[in-house]
């Protein structure tokens, strides 16, 4: 099994919410990828969507608060964004290229993770199997990010790097974990 703890720093210019910390774990152990986010601080202060009776596959779940991971095979100019709303709401997106092609993707009809929310702490994890999308000997460059909205409206975007000027998660040299 290869794992690997991170950080996401927010970009620079979005400015800092007080006291707020995003870290996780993500890990691969063959074709099974597992990913935990844990946010600590004031979470008052952000806008959490609500659960969901029913969790469904939603568009747009970036304009709110949002876990965001994206996965790329090495050799490959495609990848695979996920999106993880804290309300349960989901999607996957495949890409041809950098920003090019943008389609749901349709082998998953569920993603199954779990929320876990406190006053001053909030994890989401997810465990999933990858054999829908990719062989299990293909080797990954990873981007792990998340959008966060403060109460006060305030959009925050949050990434293990920010190569840009903008913050954009899509960019290739900003998937920068290897499993």
């Not at 952000?46 to 790329?72: I, M, Q, S």
Request: aromatic content about 12%.
């Amino acid at each position: 099994m290869k794992s690997r703890s991170f950080s996401l720093k927010p970009f620079p210019s979005t400015g800092l919410l007080p006291h707020l910390e995003i870290a996780g774990d993500i890990a691969r152990s063959s074709n099974k990828l597992s990913i935990s986010y844990e946010i600590s601080g004031p979470l008052s202060e952000l806008v959490l969507p609500p659960p969901a009776d029913v969790r469904l596959r939603k568009n747009g779940l970036w304009e709110e608060t949002c876990f965001e991971f994206f996965l790329a095979p090495l050799t490959y100019g495609r990848y695979w964004e996920f999106n993880l709303s804290p309300s349960g709401h989901w999607n996957i997106y495949h890409f041809a290229s950098f920003r090019q092609g943008m389609m749901e993707e349709t082998a998953y009809t569920s993603l199954p993770f779990s929320v876990l929310s406190y006053s001053d702490f909030l994890q989401l994890s997810l465990e999933i199997a990858l054999e829908k999308i990719l062989q299990a000997d293909q080797s990954l460059k990873i981007g792990i990010s998340a959008v966060i909205k403060a109460v006060n409206g305030r959009v925050t975007f949050w990434a293990l790097t920010h190569p840009g000027s903008q913050p954009d998660f899509h960019r290739r040299d900003s998937f920068i974990i290897e499993l």
